[in-house]
């Protein structure tokens, strides 16, 4: 085998590799915010991204009191606001990340990538069509329409 077919196929291997981690990623990413949620709660789908139907649900299930309720409040609110930054940072880095394998491809591969892209895209829209969108508070529609 010439030199030039070996590294050719190690590129070729090596692109592969990296489009399977990216996948691996993207799905270790929604997952994690998904499950993380879920896991939180307990039963149907966590507690969401409002923090106070977060204390409301923590209120009813453990009878906390109003002090308890003041004190427990913050700290949801804080976890809030840092789970959102992280969520910012995910998003950036996947974005980074894709530009630059997109940034190491052949035309005839970058063309591919973009089929990819595409049906990832849709097979999200299929999902959220068959298992709900969430809204800002994290509450699922079940497939109905936003306005």
């Not at 052949?106 to 809204?135: A, I, L, N, S």
């Amino acid at each position: 085998m010439h030199r030039t077919s070996q590294r050719r196929m190690i590129y070729e291997g090596t692109i592969q590799t990296a489009s399977r981690m990216m996948g691996l990623f993207m799905l270790t990413a929604a997952l994690s915010l998904s499950g993380g949620a879920a896991w939180a709660d307990g039963d149907d789908h966590g507690y969401g991204h409002d923090p106070k139907s977060h204390l409301e649900k923590l209120t009813k299930k453990l009878d906390l009191t109003k002090e308890q309720q003041d004190k427990i409040l913050p700290i949801i609110e804080e976890k809030h606001q840092k789970m959102e930054g992280l969520h910012q940072q995910m998003k950036e880095m996947r974005q980074q990340a894709m530009g630059k394998i997109e940034a190491e491809l052949t035309p005839e591969q970058q063309v591919k990538w973009k089929e990819m892209q595409e049906e990832r895209q849709e097979k999200m829209k299929e999902y959220k069509e068959k298992h709900g969108d969430c809204d800002k508070k994290g509450k699922h529609d079940k497939g109905e329409k936003h306005e």
